[in-house]
C-alpha cells in the first residue's frame, strides 16, 4: 500500500469533468450509515427505530477500500474529503483512516462532520493522525430545543465540550451547521450567533432540504437565508464577503465590528448547483453524484473483483462522472416527486 502512495504523490493530475462542464473536487465519504441520534430531518425516530437493519461489516468498505477509492480520484482532480456518517465517530479506529487518507498528499484537504456526541473523546487523536478541520451540527442551544431537533438524550452541554475539545486540538477552523426549520428552532439563531461570536468558530445555518423521503417536507417549514441573516443583522451588523463561492456552498457574511463570520447554505431558495464539484460515497460503497439522486454507481464491486488492479474503478469513475447531468435543486420549482437517497446513508 505504501509503496503504492508513494507513487500517487507523482503522477500528473487529469480533471474530470462532467457534462455541464464541473470538475471532481470534493468528496464526502459516509463511514457508517449508524447514528446515536435521531434527528427527524434526517432519520426520524418513527422509521429508524430498534427494528431498523443496519449494514453489516462486510458490505461496508474497508479502511483500504475506502483509500483505494480516494487515491484514484486524486489523480482526476479530487482536493478535498470529508468524512461522515451517520455519525463517522462510530466507526471504530477512524483516527487510522484518517491517516491512511493523510499519507495521500498534503495537498488533500481532510475534514470531518460530527453530531459533536463523541468529539470530546477523540478530538486529540483525529488532529494528531491528520485530520485538519471539523463541522459539528448543532441546531440550538436550549437544551428544550436542541431535543426537539436531535430527538436524544445526549445533553447539549456535551456537544459544545466537544467543539471546545476540538479547538483545543488544533481542528481549525471549526465550523458549526445548524438546520433551520421554522416552527422549531428559527428562535435559536441569534442565539447561535451570539455564542460563537469572536470565537473563531464559523455558524452556517442551512435551510431545511427535501432530502430523501421520510423527513416529510413542507416548503412552509423552510427559513430563507435571507432571513436568517436579518435576524441576526438586527443585533450584530452584518455585511457580504465579497468573493466568488468558487464550489463552495455557503455564502459569507461578516460582522461589521470585526467580530467573526457566519455562513448561509440556501439549497432551496438559492440553488447552487451551476458549480456543484461534489460527489458522496456510501458506507457500503456506491458513489451518488447529488444529494437527491435516487440511485448510486457501485464501487465496491469493482473494488473487490480486481483488488490489485486500478483500471476497472478508474474507468467506472471516469463514466460516472463524466455522465453526470445532476442540477436537482435547480429543478425543485418543478414539483419533482421522484425517489431520493436518504440523507443518512450519504452522509448530507
Given at each position: 500500500?505504501l509503496?503504492r ?43 429508524y427505530d ?9 458490505e461496508?468498505?474497508?479502511f483500504?477500500e ?5 487515491a ?12 461522515t456518517?451517520g ?9 487510522k ?13 481532510l ?7 463523541l468529539l ?5 487523536a ?26 436524544t ?10 467543539i ?22 428559527e ?6 450567533a ?12 442551512i435551510?431545511?432540504?427535501d432530502?430523501?423521503?421520510?423527513n ?8 430563507p437565508?435571507?432571513?436568517v ?23 459569507r ?17 438559492a ?45 467506472l469513475?471516469?463514466?460516472t ?6 442540477r436537482?435543486s435547480?429543478?425543485r ?16
Amino acid at each position: 500500500m505504501l509503496e503504492r502512495v508513494d507513487a500517487m504523490k507523482t503522477l500528473p493530475v487529469f480533471d474530470l469533468v462532467d457534462r455541464r462542464g464541473r470538475p471532481l473536487r470534493d468528496l464526502r465519504v459516509s463511514v457508517t450509515d449508524r447514528c446515536n441520534f435521531r434527528c427527524p430531518y434526517c432519520m426520524p425516530r418513527a422509521v429508524y427505530d430498534s427494528s431498523r437493519r443496519y449494514l453489516p461489516r462486510a458490505e461496508i468498505l474497508s479502511f483500504e477500500e475506502i483509500a483505494r477509492t480516494v487515491a484514484v480520484l486524486r489523480e482526476m482532480g479530487l482536493r478535498k474529503v470529508r468524512l461522515t456518517g451517520g455519525e463517522p465517530l462510530l466507526r471504530a479506529e477512524l483516527p487510522k483512516l484518517v491517516r491512511m487518507l493523510a499519507d495521500l498528499g498534503e495537498d488533500l484537504d481532510l475534514a470531518l462532520t460530527t453530531n459533536g456526541s463523541l468529539l470530546e473523546r477523540h478530538a486529540r487523536a483525529l488532529a494528531d493522525a491528520g485530520l485538519r478541520r471539523v463541522t459539528v451540527s448543532l441546531d440550538a442551544l436550549s437544551p428544550d430545543v436542541f431535543r426537539a431537533m436531535s430527538d436524544t438524550d445526549v445533553p447539549v452541554d456535551q456537544v459544545l465540550s466537544g467543539i471546545d475539545a476540538a479547538l483545543a486540538a488544533g481542528l481549525s477552523p471549526v465550523k458549526v451547521n445548524a438546520v433551520v426549520r421554522r416552527g422549531v428552532n428559527e428562535a435559536e439563531i441569534p442565539a447561535l450567533a451570539r455564542r460563537f461570536r469572536e470565537t473563531g468558530v464559523t455558524v452556517r445555518f442551512i435551510e431545511y432540504m427535501d432530502v430523501g423521503v421520510t423527513n416529510g417536507w413542507k416548503r412552509s417549514e423552510v427559513v430563507p437565508s435571507a432571513e436568517v441573516v436579518a435576524s441576526i443583522d438586527r443585533e450584530f451588523p452584518l455585511e457580504p464577503v465579497s468573493e466568488g463561492r468558487g464550489g463552495a456552498v455557503a455564502e459569507r457574511w461578516r460582522y461589521r465590528d470585526g467580530g467573526g463570520e457566519i455562513g448561509v447554505i440556501s439549497s432551496v431558495t438559492a440553488p447552487f448547483c451551476g458549480d456543484c464539484s461534489r460527489a458522496r460515497l456510501s458506507a457500503d460503497g456506491h458513489l451518488y453524484t447529488c444529494l437527491f439522486a435516487a440511485r448510486g454507481t457501485d464501487l465496491r464491486s469493482a473494488l473487490r473483483s480486481s483488488p490489485k488492479d486500478d483500471a476497472p474503478l478508474r474507468a467506472l469513475l471516469r463514466e460516472t462522472w463524466e455522465g453526470r447531468e445532476d442540477r436537482y435543486s435547480e429543478l425543485r420549482s418543478e414539483e419533482r416527486r421522484s425517489p431520493r437517497v436518504e440523507m443518512s446513508y450519504i452522509g448530507g
